[in-house]
T-cell receptor, first 119, second 112 residues
Framework: DTGVSQDPRHKITKRGQNVTFRCDPI?????LYWYRQTLGQGPEFLTY????????KSRLLSDRFSAERPKGSFSTLEIQRTEQGDSAMYLC?????????????????FGPGTRLTVL | ELKVEQNPLFLSMQEGKNYTIYCNYS?????LYWYRQDPGKSLESLFV?????AVKQEGRLMASLDTKARLSTLHITAAVHDLSATYFC????????????FGQGTRLTINP
């Protein structure tokens, strides 16, 4: 049973460039989440998907950010025109929410993260 | 807006001692999670607490939840060096909601 994987693990880019990150969730998980974590802080929610539908976006997710999960499996997070303030660890998590009426802890399992540095 | 506060934020203790990390949250929630994060690594799920009075234990760690007080505790018994890490509590916003709101984290250092 493989866990959540993310690619790349590290990305250094220059201000103004576009970057794209990929997340592969645990295979049977139907929910996928993106969070951002800056140094010394807890993760902050960005967005989440149930299957291929994007159900919630944080106000932290400006117009320069877009996320997709086209076939309900892997997801991508793109940042356009990067700014130095975008430097952070971008974490992906997945969870399994079973059919209604079934108890679930809905525990989110996190990937290793992509560390973005914008110069 | 849901706020989650942990204290202390930094904790340095000696092996063999006991200590407690506190997590307060500001609005009703039906689930609370504890995660561990080692430096440069991702988050590892430790506990999920679903109801008032819930208590979970794993090794030297025990977590409890008081939903009326909106308080969770993570108790460390007879600490060992391997428990050095940052511990986060996280609360689900509202009933049936999905996003986690994290506390600031407690950086725990256990000295031999």
């Amino acid at each position: 049973d493989t866990g959540v994987s993310q690619d790349p693990r590290h990305k250094i880019t220059k201000r103004g460039q576009n970057v794209t990150f990929r997340c592969d969730p645990i295979s049977e998980h139907n929910r996928l989440y993106w969070y951002r974590q800056t140094l010394g802080q807890g993760p902050e929610f960005l967005t989440y998907f149930q299957n291929e539908a994007q159900l919630e976006k944080s106000r932290l997710l400006s117009d320069r950010f877009s996320a997709e999960r086209p076939k309900g499996s892997f997801s991508t997070l793109e940042i356009q025109r990067t700014e130095q303030g975008d430097s952070a660890m971008y974490l992906c998590a997945s969870s399994l929410v079973p059919a209604s009426g079934t108890l679930s802890t809905d525990t989110q399992y996190f990937g290793p993260g992509t560390r973005l540095t914008v110069l | 807006e849901l706020k989650v506060e942990q204290n202390p934020l930094f904790l340095s203790m000696q092996e063999g001692k006991n200590y407690t990390i506190y997590c307060n949250y500001s609005t009703t929630s039906d689930r609370l999670y504890w995660y561990r994060q080692d430096p440069g690594k991702s988050l590892e799920s430790l506990f999920v607490l679903l109801s008032n009075g819930a208590v979970k234990q794993e090794g030297r760690l025990m977590a409890s939840l008081d939903t009326k007080a909106r308080l969770s505790t993570l108790h460390i018994t007879a600490a060992v060096h391997d428990l050095s890490a940052t511990y986060f509590c996280a609360v689900v916003l509202g009933q049936g909601a999905q996003k986690l709101v994290f506390g600031q984290g407690t950086r725990l250092t256990i000295n031999p």
